[in-house]
């Protein structure tokens, strides 16, 4: 495992390693690949993360246009702003969840049965002081450095943004009346 801060204490301080063998990353390569061009069709142009064509740059601009824009007009009422923080976001990322997703999407069957074998195929052994012990099975969440991961990752968080888009829209649903 690697360290994620100067001292680690817990086990949530250390980051697994992926030993995948290459016909796994062979697979995972071409998915995300796939998956990769179809993205900027499916999720929404607010989305920029991992998206073909899209840059965060723009994000960030839009986001300091919108503080400036909203600190010029003095008669509008104060404003609050939701940075969400997404703790643990790839290792916390419901299979069943995923699984869901992809097919409301309307993904193929056999991609989406490919997608899921890569993503719920996950075993994990701890080495203590050198020796490694019994293996167990993973219950959740994507890999680090799966070059799958991040599109995976990408749809969920679109799945977020669509229900509050939809929440926004609902007449009996009111944000806080500062935002």
Known sequence: MIPKSDRPSLVGDYRPIACCNVTYKVISKILASRLASTLGKIVDQAQSAFVEGRSMVENIHLAQEKF???HRIKKVSPRCILKIDLQKAFDSVSWGFLKSILEGLNFLGKFVSWVMECVTTTSYSISLNGSLHDMFE?????RQGDPLSPFLFVLCI??????LNIAMSNPDFNFHPRC
């Open 138 to 142: 993973g219950k959740r969440g994507l």
């Open 68 to 70: 400036e824009k909203i």
């Open 158 to 163: 679109e799945y977020l943004s669509r229900s």
